[in-house]
């Protein structure tokens, strides 16, 4: 059996393990989380070798490159070797604790709050 020159982004983004199941590929996708070649992809959109795939999950940027299209799910090791990570590296622990963190449950920021947001990220 020979393998498939393309397959589904979602299915490919599962297979290669980003995410636990398809339907939160699915789902991504769906959100416009998702973008092949800078462009916001559908589930069902297909990918070939040499494309781009740009995705946020874990709140983190991913970005990677397509070197063999798989549908089926396999091993972690043999799963590395379908794709290139171009992805940035993750933020130092200490930049990730220095950020507000609001706790859940914890209602709308007041104005005050918000101003204080805007003013802390750069946006004002």
């Known amino acids: 059996m ?12 599962w297979a290669i393990r980003l995410f636990k199941t398809r339907s939160m590929a699915a789902t991504a996708c769906r959100g416009g989380h ?3 070649d800078d462009v916001t992809a559908k589930a069902a959109q297909t990918v070939v070798p ?8 874990d709140g983190r940027e991913r970005i990677v490159e397509v070197v063999r299209p798989i549908n089926k799910r396999v091993s972690a090791p043999v799963a590395a070797t379908c794709f290139i990570d171009h992805s940035p590296p993750p933020p130092p622990k200490e ?30």
């Open 2 to 13: 020979s393998e498939p020159t393309s397959c589904r982004v979602d299915a490919w983004l």
């Open 34 to 36: 998702v973008r092949v």
């Open 50 to 57: 040499g494309m781009r795939v740009r995705l946020r999950v």
């Open 95 to 124: 930049v990730l604790a220095s950020l507000p963190h609001r706790d859940r449950g914890a209602g709308r920021p007041t104005k005050r709050e918000r101003r204080d947001l805007d003013r802390l990220m750069g946006r004002e």
